[in-house]
């Protein structure tokens, strides 16, 4: 049996690094027909109006809003040879709240730890560029199937009242998203994350 083995690399992954270290030492033990893919990567601001547009066409295709990403709060992940394969920001909203948004990883390039990073990364960025010392939450939007990714990086659905608490111009977007998604029968939801003080 053929078995193919995809290992991703980010500089500052530490359990990426173990991860891959496992698998290294599972190949080198195992007998089997083994091919062995590695790729690196890694992230960055975004540094042009063109990474701008090269994301904005990625959401359109993926059907997400893509009027909303500024280059100012994006990252962008990208191979060795500097190819996009993903991107994200976090917005701020008001003085206590942010939405991370227009997350997004190249197909062929997804449950390899790309999305991780990507939000690991953006939480530092948010963290660091806060101006305020008060408690920072961190809104999302996102369908069903994505809950567990969100969860692994300490988000969870927001309860009503904490719903309720989020800026207007997101709650609205929240209506608008689940009218659309009664319509084409999947499930928006709202997850919120508690960051630690800044400053
Ligand atoms: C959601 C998304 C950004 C995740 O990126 P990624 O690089 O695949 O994420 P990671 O590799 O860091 O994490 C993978 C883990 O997250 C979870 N996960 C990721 N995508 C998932 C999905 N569609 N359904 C269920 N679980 C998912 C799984 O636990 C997965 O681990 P596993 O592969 O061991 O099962 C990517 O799938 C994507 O771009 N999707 C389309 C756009 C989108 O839905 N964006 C989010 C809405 S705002």
Redesign the pocket.
């Known amino acids: 049996m053929r078995t193919c083995i995809s290992l991703s690399t980010c500089q500052r992954s530490f359990y990426r690094w173990i991860w891959n270290l496992f698998w290294v030492s599972f190949l080198l033990f195992s007998g089997g027909d083994v091919v062995l893919v590695v790729f690196a990567f890694d992230i960055r601001p975004a540094t042009s109006s063109s990474d701008v547009q090269a994301a904005r066409l990625n959401l359109l295709r993926?059907a997400?809003n893509p009027l909303s990403i500024k280059q100012e709060h994006m990252l962008v992940a990208h191979n060795e040879k500097d190819e996009m394969i993903?991107f994200g920001q976090i917005r701020p909203l008001d003085e206590t709240h942010a939405e991370l948004?227009?997350?997004?990883?190249q197909e062929n390039?997804?449950?390899?730890?790309?999305?991780?990073?990507l939000v690991e990364r953006l939480l530092e960025k948010h963290r660091q560029e806060s101006k305020t010392s008060k408690k920072q939450k961190v809104c999302?939007?996102?369908?069903q199937?994505?809950v567990?990714?969100y969860e692994?990086h300490g988000f969870r659905l927001a309860t009503k009242s904490e719903r309720e608490a989020l800026p207007k111009a997101f709650l609205l977007e929240f209506m608008a998203g689940s009218v659309l998604s009664a319509v084409l029968q999947n499930n928006i939801v709202c997850m919120i994350k508690y960051t630690e003080d800044s400053g």
Do not use: D, I, K
């Open positions: 993926q997400m993903g948004a227009s997350l997004f990883v390039y997804r449950r390899q730890g790309v999305g991780g990073m999302l939007l996102t369908l199937p994505t567990p990714f692994a």
